[in-house]
């Protein structure tokens, strides 16, 4: 049998903060305040695959990062950001896929597919139900696309509507025919599980030779809650690549982040080697890079040229490139970053 890790030090010593102490529970974190989440019931891990010698994706075939997260606001926009900044950095073809309603990581990274969506007229007497398409679920795609980009003439979304299942179609198709890497940023409450149920994806990525492999990156701002639904969906989807990126830049939901209290039951499946983590670590710009964000002008414009005419602080575009280049290094370290 694999030997099993002792914690999971090696896969979070890269993030020099609280990653570590937000599995492991050490005094650092925990006794902080001393205030406690509400422990939920440990889930038995016997079921779970022991993937602690080696579960890093076969960079030979397609990999697709899944932001995820189910609760609203916990930063997988952000997320997805990080991931698509990373491959332009690189120089590497991907595709982004934004199914969350705003679409604001499409605004940022696939202006030219948004532009598409809006141009588009409703055509469908279920206009109310397919509004946020930028078109209706019934129009046809336009085949004569350049770039196979008939697969995206319409949002693809995961939802739990069989009407829309054939969205989920057309993403394994986009997956088929691209055989490139690929960035899902998706909504809270999203259709997810559904689309993994209907299709056997984790039965497909438990084959010896799947055709594509997932990595669900799931931020968490480290609620009791946001854990076990974590935890459930390991359980869950045992074969899928997992993990759980601490959003230490939210301070709304939870003001003090050492208060933090990891549960047993995540603990016992990073020990396990079941799901690795990572940080998206504090954001260190002023407002007006923080509007420039939120109005879809992805970080390496803003490093580039500025916002709205006005250069960058030599200050401010350092803080900027170091906040990118720490998250980076702390995604890396799980072994599934570009």
């Known amino acids: ?66 932001c995820n997260g189910k609760l609203g606001g916990t930063g997988k926009s952000t997320a997805a950001r990080l991931l698509c900044e990373r491959y332009l950095k690189l120089g590497r073809a991907y595709t982004p896929i934004d199914s969350d309603t705003n679409y604001n990581v499409a605004r940022a990274y696939q202006k030219d597919v948004v532009a598409l969506w809006e141009s588009r007229p409703n055509q469908s ?3 109310q ?14 085949s004569s696309l350049e770039n196979n980009r008939d697969l995206l003439a319409e949002q693809i979304v995961f939802s739990y509507d069989t009407k829309l299942s054939y969205l989920g179609d057309r993403f ?3 997956i088929d025919r691209y055989q490139r890497d690929i960035v899902v940023s998706l909504p809270a409450n999203d259709g997810l599980e559904f689309w993994l149920d209907t299709n ?13 492999k997932i990595v669900n990156w799931w ?3 480290g609620s009791a809650t946001s854990q076990q639904m974590l935890v459930d969906f390991i359980h869950k989807y045992p074969h ?10 939210i301070t709304s939901a939870v003001p003090n982040w050492q208060r933090f209290s990891p549960l047993p039951a995540l603990k ?48 401010v575009k350092t803080k900027i490139e170091k906040w990118r280049a720490d998250n980076w290094r702390s995604f890396e370290q799980t072994g599934f970053l570009a």
Not at 52 to 60: H, Q
Not at 200 to 212: E, G, R, T, V, Y
Not at 240 to 249: A, I, Q
């Open 240 to 249: 899928l690549n997992h993990v759980c990126v601490f959003n230490l830049g």
């Open 200 to 212: 056997s994806i984790d039965a497909l990525m438990a084959a010896p030779a799947p055709p594509f």
């Open 172 to 174: 394994l198709e986009l």
């Open 1 to 66: 049998m694999a030997k099993t890790i002792k914690s999971t030090e090696s896969s979070i010593n890269a993030t020099d903060l609280t990653t570590k102490t937000a599995i492991n529970g050490t005094d650092e974190m925990s006794d902080i305040g001393n205030a406690k989440t509400t422990e939920m019931p440990t889930n038995d891990t016997q079921d779970l695959p022991d993937l602690s010698t080696d579960n890093t994706p076969n960079l030979s075939i397609p990999t697709i990062h899944i």
């Open 129 to 142: 139900d397919n509004d946020f398409f930028g078109g209706s679920a019934s129009v046809k795609t336009n």
């Open 268 to 315: 016992a499946i990073a020990d396990k080697g079941a799901v690795k983590t990572a940080a998206i670590l504090p954001w260190l710009s002023d407002p007006a890079i923080l509007e420039a964000v939120d109005a879809g002008t992805p970080l390496h414009e803003i490093l580039a040229t500025g916002w709205q005419g006005r250069s960058l602080n030599p200050i």
């Open 219 to 221: 931020i968490s701002f």
């Open 125 to 127: 007497s279920t206009q």
